[in-house]
């Protein structure tokens, strides 16, 4: 929309569309709509159609495959608001838990080193999606209800997986009475949705009906088998669906690599392929990438320098002993220590 079109030549523009029988996202600036999207087939349609109302600056196809999530339809950095705190703004995110959530000890004890270190954001799975049944499958209802105490206590923001909209069966064999989605959006301050589940489409758009009027934000995971395109794809389901606010996740990929050394292959130079390519906060884990808790550092920094807004880190008051990836996970220590060099860097690209 040109600068001075007026909220009436707006509206004229949105009536068009819908009339049509089109959906549409619309972007403001500061002075109202700068950008209006229309989705879905418009390969009948000429440019006039459009360019004709008054107060329309210009109509451009998107050629890209994803659309809403491209830099082409919005050159602007999107920045999630995490209830006052934004990602994406240029700052670096830091997120960090455990993998799992365990005990009110060892969630009420984690809680209190991330907070007591500066970190806003808290991570940690009450629904796990482990790749053999017989692992341990996360505390379910009851674990959100400790990340409910840590957010109260401490203040934090919660990020926490929902692994699909099927009813969890608890530790102790009964089964929940709402789905893990439901119980996932009332609990979290962001959805996060794991590799797993990256391409379960139906999942991405129910969540996104779900949370269309909360916009609450989203950190999509990418699957580990998947493309770039397959990945900013996953993400065009869920704003087109009718949540813009997603964070994409870099989680390490599977190459030829033993597992041995590296759990998946860390890929880092996605990062400027999809800062440049997407308008999305792109953040990086480094833990799941690497998988071992002595590379930790190293992967972040090389994150951290290739333009991540953030990092995903699993942290554990007693690695040993966690009921899920304890091998990556950091101690307080180390946490601390990943948090001082993380900083440093990205200072000194800033
Ligand atoms: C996790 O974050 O604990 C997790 C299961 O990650 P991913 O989906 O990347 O495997
Ligand atoms: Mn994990």
Known sequence: MARSATPSQEKAVLDRITAAGFKYEVIH??????????LGDLSGLEESYFSEIDGVDRVMRISKPYKLVSRQYSAADKVIDVDGYKIGDGGLALMAGPCSLETEEQVMTIGAYVSALGIKIMRGGAYKP????????????????????????????????????????AP?????????????????????????????????QELARLTVDSRKPILLKRGDSSTLKDFLLAAEYIVSSGNPNVILCLRGIRAFEDPEFQRFTSDIGAIAVLKSESNLPVIFDPSHAIGNRHYV?????????????????ETHNDPANA????????????????????????????
């Not at 600036?29 to 229309?38: A, H, K, L, R, W």
């Not at 009475?177 to 489409?201: H, P, T």
């Not at 990836?325 to 220590?337: P, Y």
């Open 130 to 169: 482990r790749t053999s049944p017989y692992s341990f499958q996360g505390m379910g209802l009851e674990g959100l209800k400790l990340l409910a105490r840590v957010r109260e206590k401490y203040g934090l923001k919660i990020v926490t997986e929902a692994t699909g909209l099927h009813r969890h069966i």
């Open 172 to 204: 102790d064999g009964s089964l929940e009475k709402r789905n893990v989605l439901e119980n996932v959006i009332e609990y979290s301050d962001i959805i996060q949705i794991g590799a797993r589940n990256m391409k379960s489409y139906g999942f991405l």
């Open 297 to 313: 550092d190293s992967v972040s920094l090389a994150a951290v320098a290739a333009g991540a807004d953030g990092l995903l880190i």
């Open 29 to 38: 600036g500061s002075t109202g709509i700068d950008v209006i999207g229309i």
């Open 323 to 350: 009921l899920c990836d304890g091998d990556q996970s950091l101690t307080r220590e180390e946490l601390d220590r990943l948090m001082q060099l993380t900083l440093k860097v990205h200072a000194a690209i800033h």
